[in-house]
């Protein structure tokens, strides 16, 4: 079975899905596009985008060759939701599904984040996505799913059988 791709607005549970199932991968971008050498692992989240990250000169052919032996690798690959990622993909021809937050969510998701201590530069930046991107379908060239306010990414997988409860 090839994988199925999901491009997963930010809060959602990306990682909490890809860390409990064996099956999942949780192939962020950033680590990929910036060079995080000099980070500690438990610093990720505050210096995220930061303004003064060094851009990598492999992005994003490195995310690309990623994004690939994964898809051969795993059954259910997560993305980011950036509209570079998105782009990338239509580009390359990679079948995925658009995750968004109902538009209800928007209290429940600044909380999330503040909680796992993203910097106020990457929330405003976030939210400003999450106020903007359409939530109609024909908005976009490939499927959308909207996740109900109280609903997380393992709840959606769950429904759609890519993932067995554990």
């Given at each position: 079975?090839?994988?199925?791709?999901?491009?997963?607005?930010?809060?959602?549970?990306?990682?909490?899905?890809?860390?409990?199932?064996?099956?999942?991968?949780?192939?962020?971008?950033?680590?990929?596009?910036?060079?995080?050498?000099?980070?500690?692992?438990?610093?990720?989240?505050?210096?995220?985008?930061?303004?003064?990250?060094?851009?990598?000169?492999?992005?994003?052919?490195?995310?690309?060759?990623?994004?690939?032996?994964?898809?051969?690798?795993?059954?259910?690959?997560?993305?980011?939701?950036?509209?570079?990622?998105?782009?990338?993909?239509?580009?390359?021809?990679?079948?995925?599904t658009?995750?968004?937050?109902?538009?209800?969510?928007?209290?429940?998701?600044?909380?999330?984040?503040?909680?796992?201590?993203?910097s106020?530069?990457l929330?405003?930046?976030?939210?400003?996505?999450?106020?903007?991107?359409?939530?109609?379908?024909?908005?976009?060239?490939?499927p959308?799913?909207?996740l109900?306010?109280?609903?997380?990414?393992?709840?959606?997988l769950?429904?759609?059988?890519?993932?067995?409860?554990?």
């Amino acid at each position: 079975m090839k994988a199925k791709v999901l491009s997963v607005f930010a809060g959602l549970g990306k990682t909490t899905v890809g860390k409990k199932y064996d099956n999942v991968c949780d192939l962020t971008s950033s680590k990929y596009r910036y060079d995080y050498s000099n980070i500690k692992d438990e610093d990720y989240e505050k210096v995220k985008y930061a303004k003064n990250m060094v851009v990598n000169p492999s992005w994003p052919d490195n995310y690309l060759k990623s994004l690939r032996e994964a898809i051969d690798k795993y059954d259910v690959v997560l993305v980011p939701s950036n509209e570079d990622i998105r782009h990338l993909l239509c580009e390359e021809n990679i079948d995925f599904t658009f995750i968004l937050p109902s538009l209800d969510s928007r209290e429940m998701l600044l909380k999330r984040y503040k909680e796992r201590g993203n910097s106020e530069h990457l929330i405003k930046e976030v939210m400003g996505y999450f106020d903007n991107w359409s939530r109609d379908a024909k908005a976009y060239s490939y499927p959308l799913i909207i996740l109900d306010k109280d609903k997380y990414l393992e709840d959606l997988l769950l429904e759609l059988q890519y993932i067995n409860k554990q």
